[in-house]
């Protein structure tokens, strides 16, 4: 199934001076939680919503858990879930401390089959409405 995209009329600004142009802009479709994939697994499999509910939940869990102390988790054709750190420098190794590390956060990279997928995903313009992004005044 395509993914829809609409018109967008956009001020670009280069070297100070204004522009007005025009560019896609993909229409995200609404989120899709728990409920709605342990419903689409089960029509494809012999387990119950609430088997494959509870597999979900403990699946997020020890994602949680395993990120959290330093682990990446790789879930298959999907891809891996990186943990890494943002760090502030320092010019010596004896002032190296925790508080260097300014933020934790995890990065996701797709496997190959995932990458090889998205490149065959296909666009249709939803609609040939030209729609236009409303700036805040200051």
Known sequence: MPIKFFKLKRKIIVNSVAYERYVP?????????FEKIAEMIEKKS???RGDILGVLAELEES??????????VNLGLLGTFYPTITVKSVDS???I?????????????PSKYFKKRLKNVEFVLGDSEVRRVNYKKK
């Open 46 to 48: 012999s387990m119950s």
């Open 97 to 109: 401390t925790s508080k260097l590390i300014t933020r934790f956060r995890i990065l996701f990279k």
């Open 25 to 33: 802009k993909m229409q995200v479709e609404t989120i899709v939680g």
């Open 93 to 95: 190794p004896e002032k």
């Open 63 to 72: 994602t949680f858990w395993l990120l959290e102390n330093g682990h990446p």
